[in-house]
Structures are given as structure tokens and as C-alpha cells.
């Protein structure tokens, strides 16, 4: 009788714990998709949290009641029409915070044109290709009324191995190291000089034997051109300052935008969907 009990109880088990398995794969396969296959769930911490083992071999923890997910350190509740960032929720706040704690004399501005419908925060950097092309979108942009308010994000950051400035930060300190009303037309100057200088890097490195030497003539013009411009005398400047703000509140890549009410829009958007992200 007592071995008989034992296999019931064996079978109850096994029974529950497939269920659970199911529960959990619905779950997940109605969040990210019909592959998203679980192949084990295991009880962790008395029962305080279920680990979960997808098909493609990654991990992740689900709370006991099924309602919030931990991947990668990031914790997400199940809501309504897919994962909520409840970790990201939490930075929101700060981000506000943070924008709001920067005044326009302390950014690159350029206003919008008639009345005012939204203000974008902009984390920039000279070298990226992408900051470029938002940039050349600029005027249509502020067109939308949309008042974007630059801020420095050198993507390689404020020193190099050796200790000194890196590159990425001389030519945006450059910019801040304007006037303040000069700024937008230093921007503009060098995110155009630094568009030629990769147009003419790209030439060289496809240039054929016989026009190599001749491309590479115009990439040194070019890079003399830049380093003149940006080789000035380092000023007192908020880029340092811009760049571990950007850091600290999830900034990890150039274009970032980040809107007045704290939300982080990562990577470059064209000027009509921008305006439609931010309801206008």
C-alpha cells in the first residue's frame, strides 16, 4: 500500500509538473513567438522561483505566480499585448529627472519651427553615420515642431589608452567650446566635414590600384581638414559631464533620443515617423 501511495503521489507529481511546463511554454510562445519552446522547468528557492530552460539553450526566471520574467537581468511582466520593461519603467523617472536637470545653454539647440509640439533630447557623436543622416533630416524635423536639444555622447569615450583625449571627444567638445548661439552652425559644419571625410575613406579603401593614390590625396585633405578644425585648444565643457548621464540612464549607442516625459528611443528615426512616435 505504502509503495502504491509512493507511485501515486510519483505520478501526481509529474503530472503537475507538466502542466506547469505547459502553462509556462503558452505563456512564452504567446509573447515571443511559436518557437519559443520550453524544454524544462525546475523549482528554485523553495518554490520562490521557477527557472526556466528554453530550446535554445538560454535560462531564464519566472516568479511563482507567472506574472514577471527576469532575462538578462532585466525584469518583465506579462501584460496585455506582450512584455512590459519593468526594469526600463523604473529608469523612466530618471531620465526625466536627468533632462530636465539640463538647461538649453548647456546643449547644442535647435528650436522648432512655429509653435513647440515636442522636445526630443538627442545623445550625438560626430563619427556615427547614423547621427548624420538624423541630423541632415534636421530642418525637417524642427518643421514637425519638434525642438531637439543635443547632448554629447562621444562613443569611444573621454580618454584613450594612453590618457588622452580620445578623437571622438575632440570633435564634439569642439562644438561646445562655441559660443552658445554658434553651436548649431558648428554641429552643422562638422557632422558635414566628418559625412566627406568617411565618403572619401570609403573611396580609398575601393579605389582601384591605378586611383589609389589620387583618393588617398583627398582622404589626407580631408583628415587635415577635420584635424585643424577640431585641434583648436580643449575648453571647459558639459561633454563629460553628457556622456556619463547618457551612461547612467541606459544610453549604450548613438543616435538616443530620449523625450521630455523620460522615454529612450534607441538608433536613428526619419522625421515622419519620428513625429508619429511622439503623437504628433
Known sequence: MALAAATMMSMSASADDAKLKDTIEAKMKKVLGPRADVTEVVSLGEGQIYEVMMIDGSLMHMTPDLNYLIY?????????????????????????????????????????????????????????????????????????????????????????????????????????????????????????????????????????????????????????EMQELVGVSLCDSPVAAQFNVGRAIGVSGTPAIVTSDGELIPGYMEADKLAEKLGI
Open 72 to 224: 538578462q537581468n532585466t525584469l518583465y511582466k506579462f501584460g496585455k499585448d506582450g512584455l512590459d520593461n519593468v526594469s526600463d519603467l523604473r529608469k523612466v523617472t530618471r531620465r526625466e529627472a536627468e533632462m530636465a536637470a539640463i538647461p538649453d545653454s548647456e546643449t547644442v539647440l535647435f528650436p522648432a519651427k512655429g509653435d513647440e509640439k515636442a522636445v526630443i533630447n538627442v545623445f550625438t557623436d560626430i563619427d556615427c553615420g547614423y547621427c548624420q543622416k538624423l541630423h541632415r533630416e534636421m530642418e525637417a524635423i524642427n518643421e514637425k515642431g519638434i525642438t531637439v536639444r543635443y547632448l554629447a555622447y562621444p562613443r569611444a569615450g573621454i580618454f584613450d589608452q594612453t590618457g588622452g583625449y580620445t578623437e571622438s571627444y575632440r570633435k564634439i567638445n569642439y562644438v561646445w567650446c562655441q559660443a552658445e548661439d554658434e553651436r548649431a552652425s558648428a554641429m552643422t559644419d562638422v557632422k558635414s566635414l566628418q559625412s566627406e571625410l568617411s565618403g572619401a575613406y570609403s573611396r580609398v579603401r575601393n579605389a582601384s590600384a591605378s586611383s589609389r593614390e589620387s583618393a588617398m590625396e583627398a582622404f589626407d585633405e580631408k583628415r587635415a
